[in-house]
């Protein structure tokens, strides 16, 4: 089973270009979420989504947009990519659970350098 | 104050001991509670979920004050596989909201 796929695993860009973080499941979960993790600070979430064509905001959701145009697809965007988001990205997925029992599977993570 | 704390670590035990790692939630709404662990450069994995009632697998035991708001993990019998980032992590919005610990360090010395 493939679980969570994310891409790219790495990624240089220079500030102010763009690009687009793909996370794919194949799990048919219902909730998808994108973390940024840094150093000491643990992970933060940036955006989820609980189903397709939903999304909202998480903890730090300046500078990035998300689209959920299908269930098994959620993707990050950065629009103009600055030196603060050098980050390492997860992105997860689980079942959908109204008591929040369900844990999250997470992708094994985009490491993303802006110079 | 934080939402989740973590004992700051690192730890260092020798193998064959007992560890116990701590955790504090603020919101006291909370409804589910896990542990993850971490690998250098990996991705977090579920080591747990945490029950009411404190639950055991094999070596790893979970347990939960909702008074004091508390969760804790104690590792039994150390080995050299479990030196990893121990993640704690508390839901407290119906599934939507999981919030991480900053995580605590354990490395499990030969």
């Known amino acids: 089973n493939a679980g969570v796929t994310q891409t790219p695993k790495f990624r240089v860009l220079k500030t102010g270009q763009s690009m687009t973080l793909l996370c794919a499941q194949d799990m048919n979960h219902e909730y998808m979420y994108w973390y940024r993790q840094d150093p000491g600070m643990g992970l933060r979430l940036i955006h989820y989504?609980?189903?397709?064509?939903?999304?909202a905001k998480g903890e730090v959701p300046d500078g990035y947009n998300v689209s959920r145009l299908k269930k098994q697809n959620f993707l990050l965007g950065l629009e103009s990519a600055a030196p603060s988001q050098t980050s390492v990205y997860f992105c997860a997925s689980s079942r959908s659970d109204r008591a929040g029992n369900q844990p999250q599977h997470f992708g094994d993570g985009t490491r993303l350098s802006i110079l | 104050r934080k939402e989740v704390e973590q004992d700051p670590g690192p730890f260092n035990v020798p193998e064959g001991a007992t560890v116990a790692f701590n955790c504090t939630y603020s919101n006291s709404a909370s409804q589910s509670f896990f542990w993850y662990r971490q690998d250098c450069r990996k991705e977090p994995k579920l080591l747990m979920s945490v029950y009411s009632s404190g639950n055991e697998d094999g070596r790893f035991t979970a347990q939960l004050n909702r008074a004091s708001q508390y969760i804790s993990l104690l590792i039994r019998d150390s080995k050299l596989s479990d030196s990893a980032t121990y993640l704690c992590v508390v839901n407290d919005n119906y599934g939507q909201n999981f919030v991480f610990g900053p995580g605590t360090r354990l490395s499990v010395l030969p």
């Open positions: 989504s609980v189903g397709e064509g939903t999304t």
